[in-house]
């Protein structure tokens, strides 16, 4: 009996069979040192735990810690197997709240997956501040005597993960492009305008080479020399959709031949070149915007929100596609229109045996929303942070049932937010204050355990030691 039990066996009385296969539950929280109640009755150990010697059911799992809030699941077990709680993220029941600037802002612009972003006190240039989350440290972009921080912001362009952006700004009565760099010990504040005879419709560039511009047109797209202060003008010509990454160019052309291009505009690889399929994954009309998330997906977005991607079934959104945020590691993406947000997973692959190969699937895990404008990945993707209107929510969705939600605080309303892994702070314009604050949604300071598997391999190495 002492053997069948060290192999996951133990003895039910009044069963047929007697001998029964077990299974486990491992559970890890941030913060840790949780207590665990099964079926109301409390385990011996603090999270992380291993709860061993489980027959084969369901069992109503609740997790409690002073001064959070209390989680429940109703968790299944399978003999012969473990069920991984591995990321549980037990919510404060008073968020760790931080003011950071002792001055107000009208607004908070985003520069995504960078360091830093922007805080507008005014409608002028001179009105803008840079805060750098990694220091965090608010800086004014422009010295009071500098003229270019006079008149008023009209647009403002970034790419994720860099650190230079553009603004067009109306100044003495004309219209001139600024090109900031934010990178160094001092800002750089350029007037490039002659670069611009004509505004475009958006403007991209790599954030590792901030000497070329891309500026998008109707049908073309023009190159900018920043150095040279030049422009070469319909670079590319007979334009759908474009879009960089790594320092490669990726162009759809007016009749469906997708390439992969250098700065030479020489061709390293033909993606498609099929009229018929072109025409019934892209339509007839409209520009799309082309983001290469690695070197095997690519998105596009199109004018009216339509979500593509050269995965099949190709349009996952016919319209209304607000954003989305890929998660590389498990090669998932986060998609939100303005009632739902969902996930798109790259990582299931089709059965051999299918008949017809489908693809991956949309699936909604939020549609009661009411504006929500932004979404954000938190602890490894198994969490999802968004701004609804000026409510901010968390829906843990690594769950065995319904996902769990909490609304969290209130922001200031018409502006964003910014949420930083790195750090796991959410920086914010409080609503009454309208000063910029931060609160803590994934605490940084504790040391996170090992997961299940790190567990199991560490276990099975002491075993083979013997």
Request: net charge neutral; aromatic share 12%.
């Amino acid at each position: 009996m002492t053997i069948l039990y060290a192999l996951g066996y133990i003895l039910k009385p009044g069963m047929e069979q007697g001998l029964v296969k077990t299974g486990l539950i491992y559970i890890s929280t941030v913060p840790s040192g949780a207590s665990v109640y099964i079926s109301n009755k409390r385990y011996t150990r603090r999270t992380p735990a291993i709860l061993r010697d489980l027959t084969p059911g369901n069992y109503p799992i609740r997790i409690s810690l002073k001064n959070h809030r209390s989680w429940f699941q109703n968790v299944p077990v399978e003999k012969e197997k473990a069920t991984a709680l591995e990321k549980i993220l037990l919510v404060p029941t008073e968020l760790k709240r931080e003011q950071l600037s002792t001055e107000p802002f009208e607004r908070l612009i985003p520069i995504e997956k960078s360091r830093y972003f922007l805080l507008a006190a005014g409608p002028r240039p001179g009105d803008l501040f840079v805060f750098d989350w990694k220091q965090e440290k608010i800086r004014p972009l422009f010295r009071k005597e500098d003229p270019l921080g006079e008149g008023k912001v009209l647009s403002f362009y970034s790419v994720p993960g860099g650190a230079s952006f553009l603004l067009l700004v109306h100044i003495r009565g004309g219209e001139r492009y600024l090109w900031v760099e934010i990178g160094g010990k001092e800002f750089r504040v350029e007037d490039i305008s002659v670069c611009f005879p004509e505004e475009p419709l958006a403007v991209v560039w790599d954030p590792h080479d901030r000497d070329h511009l891309f500026s998008i047109h109707d049908n073309y797209v023009n190159r900018v020399d920043v150095p040279g202060r030049s422009v070469l003008m319909k670079y590319l010509e007979n334009i759908r959709g474009f879009g960089l990454f790594h320092k490669n160019l990726y162009a759809l052309r007016g009749d469906f031949l997708l390439e992969r291009l250098d700065y030479d505009r020489k061709p390293r690889e033909i993606l498609l070149n099929d009229g018929t399929l072109g025409s019934s994954i892209f339509g007839p009309e409209g520009l799309f915007q082309i983001h290469a998330v690695n070197n095997d997906i690519i998105f596009f977005r199109g004018e009216r929100g339509e979500l593509l991607a050269n995965r099949l079934p190709y349009r996952f959104l016919q319209e209304g596609a607000v954003g989305y945020e890929f998660y590389p590691p498990r090669e998932r993406s986060l998609v939100w229109r303005k009632e739902d947000v969902g996930i798109l997973d790259f990582s299931k692959r089709a059965r051999n045996d299918d008949a017809f190969e489908k693809g991956p699937s949309l699936h909604w895990v939020y549609q009661r929303g009411k504006r929500i404008e932004q979404a954000f990945w938190v602890y490894e993707g198994s969490h999802i942070l968004f701004r609804d209107e000026n409510r901010v929510f968390l829906l843990e969705i690594e769950t065995h049932g319904k996902p769990h939600l909490y609304s969290l605080l209130e922001v200031k309303r018409k502006t964003d937010a910014v949420y930083a892994e790195a750090t796991g702070k959410l920086y914010y314009l409080d609503p009454e204050s309208e000063r910029l604050n931060s609160v803590e949604i994934l605490p940084r300071q504790e040391i996170l355990p090992f997961t299940f598997a790190e567990k199991k391999e560490k276990k099975k190495s002491e075993i083979e030691g013997l």
